[in-house]
């Protein structure tokens, strides 16, 4: 299987540079995954695809501002930290730039020395280990100092950094979005309630990852980047006993899905768990837990297109990818989205 089996051609016009004001007004393509029927709808209407006791699995992350621009306290020459993970309490992983000149020792200086940071170590891959040290509170700190990091085909300056963000964000730790979410305004997550359909929520913080490409000629070579997620007693709960009572398990994003299907045992069902997942997930793969997804449009011989493809299919998924974009739907993280059952 070879990753150019992936692969789709897009116009870069309809690459959504910017988030519509009302979230549930983009667009839906509705996506049988058994006959690859294909259905164009609004998300509003995406309620009437979902019966009681269906169970809308969520992930509930929040991007932090994690671009920071400081200065060389020896040289003065200007820096620029991605703060990717957070490995321990006051040390992260971060990509730099310029990175080659920046070695164990050096210090890093951001706002007038509100907040510093020492390079520990250069990492296997290139990243660098810091250590912050500052007075204060880092997350306010870092509000204050840090700019929201967009996905490097937007290239459009992001007027409310919360559009980034889903309403029910709530664990910080994220360097990008789970878009399939943005979606969702209070209203919606009200109206789903209202039909019986129960809200599971897991953490899983997205890295930087999920947006490089894949290098590796076949799929199979690819090596897979690893996130942190965790998933509580009462979500599990919430999953299994949809499970048992026959509703169905609906994924909304990647993430979700990555988080569920790593820890699902053979029958579907899931406990409690913490930490980190490498799960790739591509044709031949068989899904444990989920049964439907929502997601966004993904980029051309992605991880992400291949996650969709396991479950829906290649040839549906490119003949829906090719639907929409002759149909001029709006992609990638501000775009339009799909729903496969």
Known sequence: MLVTDFDYNLPEELIAQTPLADRPASRLLVLDKVTGKTEHK??????????????????????????????????????EFLLLAQKDNDVWDVILKPGKKCRPGHIISFGDGRLKAEILEITEGGNRLVKFYYNGIFNEILSELGETPLPPYIHEKLADRNRYQTVYAKHDGSAAAPTAGLHFNEEMLEAVKAKGIKLAFVTLHVGLGTFRPVKADKVTDHLMHSEYYHVTNETAEIINSTKRSGGKVICVGTTSTRVVESIADENGFLAPASGYTNIFIYPGYRFKCLDGLITNFHLPKSTLIMLVSALAGKEHVLAAYREAVQEQYRFFSFGDAMLIL
């Open 42 to 79: 609004h998300f509003r209407d995406i309620l009437s695809y979902l019966n009681p006791g269906d169970c809308l699995v969520l992930n509930d992350t929040k991007v932090i501002p994690a671009r920071l621009f400081g200065q060389r306290e020896d040289t003065k020459a200007p820096v």
